[in-house]
């Protein structure tokens, strides 16, 4: 693009400008749910259209209250999402856990919950169910940047090949361990961020 340099008036120059980007640093961690409550958090992967998903409920104090990892078959992403944050509120509502914070990492869950809009797509009637426990359980359902939901995303990838629940720390993988003591420090993770010049 030095060619063009000092000939900004001409109209090929245009072709050769690169936008600028600033990289920002922004760290996040995972926060400990607020008085006495529970937090429960949730997400699923989704390789060569195979679903599992993982979900961990903590204590106030960033205790294990009890781990999931499940499988879902054959699902696209929002599907594998929702079925993982319904896997977690059914568990929540069996160990009859009220008023507490369910987090997960994709914001369009977050607003298809919030939405309370009906719909005929596929997800319907697990949107419905989700809804219903939210209100139920009183849930407070917010979005929350993958880097702070570091143990759901652990659980989520084991690959386990059959459903299972840890019901201690010491039952976990040594990686979901790592993380989970990680977030009880609340240790930020940085994420790089990208904005426009």
Known sequence: MAYFKGNTDCAWVQYGKVKEKLVQLRAFSWVKPPGQAVKLNTNA?????RASSGGV?????????????????DQDVLSAEALALLKGLRSCQDNNLLGFVAEV???TLVSV?????????????IIRHIQFLV?????????????SNA????????????DVR????????SKVQSLL?????????VRLCTVSG
């Not at 409920?57 to 078959?73: C, I, N, P």
């Not at 995303?153 to 059959?162: F, G, I, K």
């Open 45 to 49: 992967s989704v390789v060569s259209g």
């Open 151 to 162: 143990v759901a995303d652990a659980l989520a990838v084991l690959n386990l090949r059959s």
């Open 105 to 107: 990492d994709s914001s």
């Open 57 to 73: 409920v903590r204590s106030a104090e960033g205790d294990l209250v009890f781990a999931f990892y499940k499988e879902f078959g």
């Open 113 to 125: 919950v919030s939405s309370k809009l009906s719909s005929r797509w596929p997800l319907c009637n």
């Open 166 to 173: 840890f019901s201690s720390d010491v039952a976990l993988p």
């Open 181 to 189: 003591q990680l977030d009880k420090l609340s240790t930020p993770y």
């Open 135 to 147: 209100g139920n359980l009183g849930v407070s359902l917010v979005h929350t940047y993958g880097e």
